[in-house]
């Protein structure tokens, strides 16, 4: 029976303050939502007990996504949808780009928000195993100020969290620190969308001279609540991957799970699936082939090595270090590496990167900069070809201005992005002091440098 909307009262303070001073004087007694999807459900069914809701629907406090050097800061309010279509969030977290593309149709993609996925705490939901992996953490907001929790400590049983009655997710931060890794995602259901899931399995790891190095596996549908699944990411660390080690995991792994019988699905049928999973993931390692680039770069001589690496990034200590680690077998373990190798350089070192890169604007590369690294910066800036004159004297403005500021030259991954967007970009940049520019440069360096490493093997 359809619930009775007389039963209801809603309310929409219209700003963040309003509902928290809202939640604070009356804790308890009023349900936040957002896009309601998971709330109609029940009122639909007339499941829903008759309550007052209060709306965080389009708060803008809530419906952004911030990009710094280190971090991802993802709204709690922002949409699936919002999250599917970011450049960020495609490029960098592949498993939670995924998950806003099972969950639901466009309709609800639209509507559903990534908070109220997690406090709804539903342990078939979409995106908590992508948020397990990605060590997301949440920050919660009250009257009284933010506090921060790991996203992993925060459900505490069957939807049990930890959230007090005046609190809300403000956000979910994510460290931007998974290059180089293999990720994995797979979701059993009836449906791959507008379906809830049996099973469904996210997974990262990357592989450092034949080992593995990291590795990280979440699971929704087979416990209480969305688990990591420590024993088997222990047991597989540090070790070379082969079959006895894929069937050592497997069994692990349905060990850990606590699955259950229901109209979905059987508790044997998800253990099954989930060592099956898990095993699929561990073998993708196994199956990745050398590139004909890398096999000839591993038996280069050491400065010939040097020398074909360094257009790739303009740093020679950089350059020299990654040869040093030679040899590397596959695309994911190089881009680990260097960019392992950038983040521990000096900033002089970035400084000789830097200096290699032509002006925003100006397609003419810098003397020092080798003929390779010359062609690629010409094709990074191809959409300037295209600007109007008064855009391209305002970015000669701004670099000037720029320069004289920080005494380098302007540095930005222009690869994809238009005339005004870069201009738009070299302003907001303008605002940081010394420190954050220099580090918001080094990012740029390195998202550059993994395009050319991509591009030097895929000639």
Known sequence: MRSNPVDYE?????NLSA??????EKPGEYLPIAGGTDMMVLYSAGKLAPRKLVSLWNLPELRRIDVTPSHLIIGAACTYTDIREHNVISQEFPLLAAAATWT???????????GGNIVNASPAADSPPALLVYEAELILVSGGGERRVRYTDFHTGYKKMLLAPDELIRAISLPRSFSGYVSYSRKVGARNAQAISKV???GLGRITYGVI???RLAAGSVAPVPIRLRETEHMVSGRAIDKDLVQTARKIAATEIHPIDDLRSTAAYRSAVLANLVAEFLEKFTARPTSEALKRWNAAS???AINEILPCCGSSAWARELAARRPIHHETDLLAASDEIWRQLQPGEWLEAFAKHPRIGERKAPSAAPSQSASWSAQEQQNLASADDSIRQALAEANREYEQRFGRVFIVCATGKSAQEMLDILRSRMQNNDVTE??????????????????WLNP
């Open 104 to 114: 639901g149709g466009i309709a609800n993609q639209n509507r559903g928000t990534l």
């Open 213 to 215: 190095d990291d590795i």
């Open 10 to 14: 809603l309310v929409a303070p219209g």
């Open 200 to 202: 469904c399995l996210a």
């Open 19 to 24: 509902v928290l001073s809202l939640l604070a």
């Open 438 to 455: 220099l580090q918001a440069a080094a990012e740029e360096q390195r998202k550059i440098t993994n395009i050319r490493l991509k591009k």
């Open 302 to 304: 050491p400065q010939e």
